[in-house]
């Protein structure tokens, strides 16, 4: 059924958004089959409204901080593509010189502080981020995504306690796919859940369905409202599936075919495109959306594959030794000099 008073052209630019992150994980995928990606690969296929939703409402110079899954996230923030896919391949001019690769990528210059593989860890950086803004009191504002595997670690507590204590100017959003890796989270999760936690700590929540990018959309951009009005912190429950396995190569035998299909009824993009030819927009029109952003990432993928290797020479810059503790009294290592590596840290695709 068609919802009233629809904003075809914001949601047109939601589902290009969403098209561009799938094509860049399919994409991403193809390198990886082709033996040219080092390390894990994450897909967000099935995620993508959140990505979009999300990123939709944050101005380029607000902060982002996102999980090991979060190409679909770094992309919707504003990140160019083909940068992104030389650091998959962990080839020179990626985004972080080649050296974060897929569960490390990051993009100073459009506020994305960057993945993390450690689970959780991005709530407490995105903290301390916060209360580095309020302290510059520059109007800007941190967003922090987590999965709902996420909520049974310690920073979860710590993070979201600091956040609150403070006000700070952060929106946590978990993005709950009712998987922590390979486990089912409701299995070892006590209690009501994510938003009962967050609400325990004096952050109120906000559910949505988060295969519905329009719901996504104006969610967000009320709890950003009241983040920037001063409201302090606010927590959004958004609940998807990822459609594929926790990594690429995870065949994901811990749930059946039938789940698998049903959820895929519910595929954000689907839906997206369904409801913008409901109100006028021709299957053409969507299509060819779609293609363009096939063959914006497959051009991604070939000039990342033709781009040469990092120079050796760059290996140990962004690399900071102090040197060996100095005793403080006399013997063997008395008086020895800390010591720095002769070339100072870079911002990821920044110059030393």
Not at 320 to 335: E, F, T, W, Y
Request: with cysteine.
């Amino acid at each position: 059924m068609r919802r009233p008073n629809i904003d075809t052209e914001r949601l047109t630019r939601h589902f290009r958004d969403m098209c561009r992150v799938r094509a860049f994980e399919e994409a991403a995928l193809k390198a990886l089959a082709e033996g040219l990606v080092p390390g894990p690969l994450h897909p967000s296929i099935g995620q993508e409204a959140c990505a979009s939703g999300v990123c939709a409402n944050l101005e380029c110079d607000d902060l982002l901080l996102s999980t090991h899954r979060g190409h679909g996230h770094t992309l919707a923030k504003g990140a160019d593509p083909e940068a992104m896919m030389r650091e998959l391949l962990g080839r020179a001019g990626g985004c972080c010189g080649g050296k974060g690769g897929s569960m490390h990528i990051a993009d100073f210059g459009v506020g994305m502080l960057g993945a993390n593989g450690v689970v959780g860890a991005n709530i407490e950086i995105a903290a301390g981020a916060a209360h580095a803004v309020k302290l510059l009191g520059d109007g800007r504002i941190v967003t922090c995504i987590f999965g709902d595997g996420a909520v049974n670690r310690g920073p979860f507590l710590e993070g979201l306690n600091w956040a609150r204590i403070f006000d700070l100017p952060v929106l946590f959003v978990c993005e709950d796919n009712t998987f922590a890796a390979t486990t089912r989270t409701a299995a070892v999760t006590a209690g009501p859940g994510p938003a009962a936690r967050a609400e325990s700590l004096g952050i109120s929540p906000v559910g949505v369905d988060g295969n519905d990018v329009l719901a996504v959309d104006e969610a967000v951009r009320d709890l950003v409202q009241a983040i920037r009005a001063g409201g302090g912190p606010r927590f959004l429950h958004v609940k998807t599936y990822r459609l594929t396995g926790h990594t690429a190569t995870d065949a994901a035998p811990y749930r059946t075919t039938e789940e698998v299909d049903a959820q895929w009824a519910l595929d954000p993009i689907a839906r997206c495109g369904a409801e913008l030819e409901a109100a006028g927009i021709t299957a053409e029109t969507l299509d060819a959306i779609r293609t363009a952003a096939a063959n914006e990432m497959d051009a991604a993928l070939e000039a990342a594959k033709a781009a040469p290797w990092p120079d050796l020479s760059l290996a140990f810059t962004d690399v900071q030794d102090i040197g060996a503790p100095v005793p403080a009294g006399p013997g063997p290592l008395a008086g020895i000099e800390h010591v720095r590596a002769s070339t100072p840290p870079i911002a990821p695709g920044g110059t030393a």
